[in-house]
């Protein structure tokens, strides 16, 4: 009978890892999408940058800046062309900076990152208003 005892909690034992294994897989990301959703973090913080220097220039010289000014700003390691990201002026102050995220954000961590849908997103700015 003293043989069974260390067996049977063996077998508890190796259960309970397997379960917690399986669990942290099943909550873990995978490196590609963690890959892929840190690329959606830092696209959103880029476009937090675009929309500050915007607001900059707009309070400036009290008109948005065209789209070879936002192609030149400093927010970006890659141009806008290759990042997908593209601004639109949509008035005298407003306008429009589009990107396409891989991963819906739901939380809002203004003004680093914020909320958006999978997919093509554009948020709608107003340069006239300060931050």
Same mark, same amino acid.
């Not at 880029?46 to 070879?68: E, F, H, W």
């Not at 806008?80 to 102050?93: I, K």
């Not at 554009?122 to 300060?130: G, I, L, S, T, V």
């Given at each position: 009978?003293?043989?069974?005892?260390?067996? #049977?909690?063996?077998?508890?034992? /190796?259960?309970?890892?397997?379960? #917690?294994?399986? *669990?942290? !897989?099943? #909550? !873990? $990301? %995978?490196?590609?999408?963690?890959?892929?959703?840190?690329? $959606? /973090?830092?696209? +959103? *913080?880029?476009?937090?940058?675009?929309?500050?220097?915007?607001?900059? !220039? &707009?309070?400036?010289?009290?008109?948005?800046? +065209?789209?070879?000014?936002?192609?030149? !700003?400093?927010?970006?390691?890659?141009?806008? +062309?290759? +990042?997908?990201? %593209? @601004?639109v002026? /949509?008035?005298?102050? /407003? &306008?429009?900076? =589009?990107?396409?995220?891989? @991963?819906?954000?739901?939380?809002?961590? &203004?003004p680093?990152?914020?909320?958006?849908?999978? *997919?093509y997103? =554009?948020?709608?700015?107003?340069?006239?208003?300060?931050?």
């Amino acid at each position: 009978m003293s043989g069974v005892v260390p067996k #049977v909690m063996l077998g508890v034992a /190796t259960v309970l890892v397997v379960a #917690v294994v399986v *669990g942290a !897989l099943a #909550v !873990l $990301d %995978s490196p590609a999408v963690a890959r892929e959703k840190r690329r $959606d /973090t830092v696209l +959103s *913080g880029d476009l937090g940058c675009m929309r500050r220097q915007i607001g900059t !220039l &707009y309070r400036k010289n009290k008109v948005l800046p +065209s789209n070879a000014e936002v192609a030149r !700003l400093s927010c970006l390691d890659q141009p806008m +062309s290759v +990042s997908g990201v %593209s @601004y639109v002026p /949509t008035g005298d102050a /407003t &306008y429009r900076l =589009c990107a396409t995220f891989r @991963y819906p954000a739901r939380e809002q961590t &203004y003004p680093v990152a914020r909320a958006h849908p999978a *997919g093509y997103h =554009c948020f709608n700015e107003n340069a006239a208003e300060r931050e």
